[in-house]
């Protein structure tokens, strides 16, 4: 499973990181793949309002968000961290939250189903220097809806004030023992899950479909990956138009390899999608082959058809967990 982090202070090593960093060394202590991305020290541009998520559902913005929407579709628990500034977030953690309509758009506008919706989890952990009554709150509500547009559900903060010196979150005499449990309580639900690995030659089409239908099916007791032996560079346009009909979200996906899969864990099952002579095979991990014709070159119909057919087998595969 995946945790991604949301550092946003400009601080570096400042109490907001050391707070992130506890709670993703304990994902990590725990069985997770983490990446803890440094928001303040990324190349990310206010929202422009041109209007284009909405109207074609991306957006146009070429910059280090580009980065940041694959991993965030990727991951099972989003972290958001950062200071309050003037009763908010920091203004490096506000252009990635307002770069976020993008995928407010694909669910709300375009009406499609993020198939990690389902379980992903949203968190929030944060610092202040006051001690005002509602220091927290403007963040906190920005941060649930962040997080709905995102598709993450909301599961609370841990919010600390009058920490203002760096380092000063090490004195605090509970928050590293609070940040590492409420890691532990939000990581564990998600270890018990059946890891499967759907393998096609260019990750591009049907080992993409299959991961989609698994997630959207099973997410809260499969733990899905798809991989290619030779990934395109990007996924059939006419499989995306073909899961659309669907009503499921394939934006942000993009073909890789089996080494780069493999941070993500060894497999308990892998799926071979008609390519066996191809794809790599793992010792020790028992190998479904699905035989699925490729539908890429085909018309829109045979796409449906094979579209059709690996979700009534990945409903299948499910119910035999």
């Excluded at 990310?44 to 991993?71: H, R």
């Excluded at 099952?269 to 490729?294: H, R, T």
Aim: overall charge neutral; hydrophobic content about 40%.
């Amino acid at each position: 499973m995946f945790v991604l982090g949301l550092q946003g202070s400009p601080r570096i090593k400042g109490n907001t990181s050391i707070l992130l960093s506890s709670f993703l060394a304990e994902a990590e202590r725990l069985g997770a793949h983490t990446q803890n991305l440094d928001v303040a020290r990324m190349n990310i541009s206010p929202c422009q309002e041109c209007g284009t998520c909405e109207k074609k559902g991306f957006c146009p913005i070429d910059d280090d968000m580009q980065q940041v929407y694959p991993l965030l579709r990727q991951a099972d628990i989003i972290v958001m961290a950062t200071p309050i500034f003037f009763y908010g977030p920091t203004a490096q953690m506000k252009a990635l939250i307002d770069r976020s309509q993008a995928l407010w758009s694909l669910r709300y506008v375009f009406r499609l189903m993020d198939p990690g919706r389902k379980w992903r989890q949203g968190f929030l952990l944060s610092v202040g220097a006051t001690k005002g009554k509602n220091l927290f709150e403007g963040t906190t509500l920005m941060a649930k809806y962040f997080f709905d547009a995102v598709g993450a559900s909301f599961d609370g903060a841990l919010t600390y004030k009058q920490i203002e010196g760096s380092g000063d979150i090490k004195k605090h005499p509970t928050a590293l023992n609070e940040v590492k449990e409420k890691a532990k309580a939000l990581v564990t639900p998600f270890l018990n899950r059946t890891k499967i690995l759907f393998v096609c030659t260019e990750n591009a089409c049907r080992s993409q479909m299959a991961s989609a239908f698994a997630q959207y099916h099973g997410g809260d007791k499969i733990e899905v990956d798809s991989a290619g032996s030779a990934p395109a560079n990007e996924v059939n346009q006419l499989m995306e138009k073909a899961m659309k009909e669907k009503g499921i979200d394939m934006a942000y996906r993009k073909p890789k390899s089996i080494e780069e899969a493999a941070p993500f864990g060894k497999p308990d099952l892998i799926v071979s999608m008609g390519c066996k002579d191809v794809c790599p095979q793992f010792p020790g991990v028992p190998n479904e082959e699905w035989n699925v014709p490729d539908p890429s070159g085909k018309s829109i119909e045979f796409m449906r058809k094979i579209r059709d057919d690996i979700e009534e087998r990945v409903d299948t595969r499910i119910g035999k967990i």
